[in-house]
């Protein structure tokens, strides 16, 4: 029915109870009506001459013939949330702020330029992209900087929009340029030979920014927060993009893509596409205190792991790298997605920190300086994971462009450097995993296991160094300082899993292995001086190798069951030592 809110003493509240309901609505001079925490559905006019306050309210434009919201409907034009269920759609005649969410679930709504998304450190306003309806016409959406500071990965919600949207934000006339596109194949010239960094200056005012693209954007070097204000038409429903690998060196296949949409975007939803695109996103952050506002440090995000903060959360206006998944170069991927991957998360900044149960390992590596920034990567426990890269669950390790601080990363199998590593559960005696370090300048650096309470009490984990000879046990001294020349330490430091205490073993004097048997099984037992590592090999008697096996110290390695019946050379080499054993093994069954 119709209602009429005259002057009263009593002003109406809408603060509990079923939600309201009303055709058309007249608020009378001096008088006002308030939606707080509610949902009021219209499905008539709107006549204001007194007070219509719903900046905590739920609006739903619910009528059958065409509604108009019109100019100064709501105080301040302030709204929380705006619901269009109205097949005819509905007109904005005024200017009008969402805080909240914007939902098209029933028809379009006309925004002839009035709406506008705020943003603020509360909360990013978005368009929630389950409708089936959509906005039409011009929208300006605001992202919230909390530190304004260096270089940030922007995209656009927009189906078109220029690099001059951001003149009132960057310097396009700097010297050393402030806004960047990416090009994995980069070359000098465009001309194909001598293939460098993939960052692409796009300083002028007229160049487009495609809406599944990340460009880099310099604020400056203040870190007071800032809010970007564009305008354009919003980006909505199947989006899709080509990417490359064409393994160059300094790009190596990463391609920086942006979220489209006027909201936050899940990369584990369905409704994406991923053709040959691996499985982790990189977010990058500006160092604040470096030596200068255009270098910074890159977070990943795996299979539900997160390292330094990122999340399966894409925020509204986010740029993030991608990997085209390795193969016969130059490789094609696509990247395309749904409305359905869109998400109403509204406080994600452009990073944020998760929760998961799972076996999970954190380490860091940080120069020995007050206030320095430390480098993540970890480790966790999969049992579908293989010591080889695996697109699905690993990440690759991008490195660090701040040469104040370290690249920390474990080695794969196949030598893949990864931020974020899958392992299966270590069940041998002595699991090694590589970790190494790139520095950019000299210093001394603290590793630290900043987080391994979730180790199995079944498990010790140590870290050795191989230039000290040092093995140290984590859970009881969880840092360790060493001194490190610029470049790439890949060869120094490992992490050794085992289910024996190490620390209690006494240098071993004498061969370097011993045979054993159970039952019908095989046991070699290494026996390495002290923190060092060998290899193992096995071959038949025509010289063909059956087993080989990277060892370290006090190891005891199972001889394949599925060997036949024969005559077999055991070897075990560790440094300029060597020494064999000829052995017979009968199967019972042969």
């Not at 010297?175 to 194909?192: K, Q, W």
């Not at 979730?454 to 050795?464: A, E, G």
Request: a neutral charge; hydrophobic letters at 40%.
């Amino acid at each position: 029915m119709n209602v009429l809110i005259p002057n009263v003493s009593n002003k109406p509240i809408l603060s509990s109870g079923a939600t309201g309901a009303a055709k058309n609505i007249q608020i009378n001079t001096g008088s006002s009506l308030t939606v707080l925490g509610m949902t009021l559905q219209i499905a008539g006019t709107i006549n204001n001459n007194g007070t219509f306050t719903a900046d905590n309210g739920t609006i739903e434009m619910k009528g059958v013939l065409a509604q108009i919201i019109p100019s100064g409907a709501f105080a301040s034009n302030n709204l929380l949330n705006l619901i269009i269920s109205n097949a005819s759609g509905v007109t904005l005649s005024g200017a009008l702020n969402i805080t909240g969410y914007l939902k098209a679930a029933t028809g379009d709504l006309a925004s002839n330029g009035n709406l506008k998304l705020i943003s603020s450190a509360a909360q990013t306003a978005l368009i929630d992209g389950s409708g089936n309806g959509q906005v039409t016409g011009n929208v300006t959406m605001q992202r919230y900087l909390a530190i304004g500071y260096g270089y940030k990965y922007f995209s656009s919600p927009f189906t078109s929009l220029t690099v001059g949207a951001f003149a009132p934000y960057v310097n396009l006339a700097a010297t050393f340029p402030t806004f960047y596109r990416y090009d994995e194949n980069n070359s000098i010239g465009g001309l194909g030979i001598d293939f460098i960094s993939g960052w692409v200056k796009w300083i002028t005012s007229s160049y487009a920014l495609n809406p599944m693209a990340g460009y880099a954007a310099n604020f400056g070097n203040l870190v007071n927060p800032k809010t970007v204000e564009v305008t354009g038409v919003v980006s909505n429903g199947n989006i899709s993009n080509p990417y490359l690998n064409h393994n160059r060196i300094y790009t190596t296949g990463f391609n920086l893509a942006g979220n489209p949409y006027p909201s936050p975007i899940d990369w584990n939803a369905s409704g994406w596409t991923k053709t040959n695109i691996d499985n982790a996103i990189y977010f990058f952050d500006a160092s604040i205190g470096s030596t200068d506002e255009w270098s910074g440090t890159y977070c990943s995000f795996v299979n539900g792991i997160s390292s330094g903060g990122s999340t399966n959360i894409i925020p509204s206006m986010q740029g993030f790298f991608v990997h085209v998944t390795d193969g016969s170069f130059p490789v094609t991927g696509t990247l395309g997605m749904t409305n359905s991957v869109r998400k109403n998360d509204f406080t994600t900044p452009f990073k944020s920190a998760a929760f998961d149960s799972r076996t999970i390992l954190r380490f860091t590596a940080g120069f020995d300086v007050k206030g320095s920034i430390s480098d993540q990567f970890v480790i966790y426990f999969d049992p579908l994971s293989t010591p080889l890269f695996d697109k699905e669950k690993d990440a690759l390790k991008m490195m660090n462009t701040d040469p104040l601080v370290p690249n920390i990363y474990a080695l794969t199998k196949d030598t893949r450097k990864v931020s974020i590593s899958g392992i299966p559960v270590p069940n041998d005696s002595i699991t090694r995993i590589p970790v190494g370090i790139k520095t950019l300048k000299d210093g001394w650096v603290n590793l630290n296991a900043v987080d391994i309470s979730l180790l199995p009490s079944t498990l010790n984990i140590y870290l050795v160094d191989s230039d000290t000879k040092i093995l140290q046990d984590l859970r009881k001294i969880s840092s360790y300082r060493a001194y490190l020349s610029t470049g790439d330490n890949d060869k120094r430091f490992y992490l050794i899993f085992s289910t024996k205490d190490l620390t209690q073993s006494i240098l071993p004097t004498g061969k370097l292995f011993t045979l054993s048997r159970i039952a019908n099984q095989l046991l070699v037992n290494v026996n390495l001086p002290f923190n060092s590592d060998g290899e193992l090999i096995m071959t038949n008697m025509q010289g063909q190798i059956m087993l080989r096996k990277s060892v370290f110290g006090l190891e005891t390695v199972e001889i394949n069951s599925n060997v036949s019946t024969g005559v077999y050379v055991i070897t075990v080499i560790s440094g300029k030592n060597r020494e064999s054993e000829k052995i017979i093994i009968r199967k019972d069954y042969e």
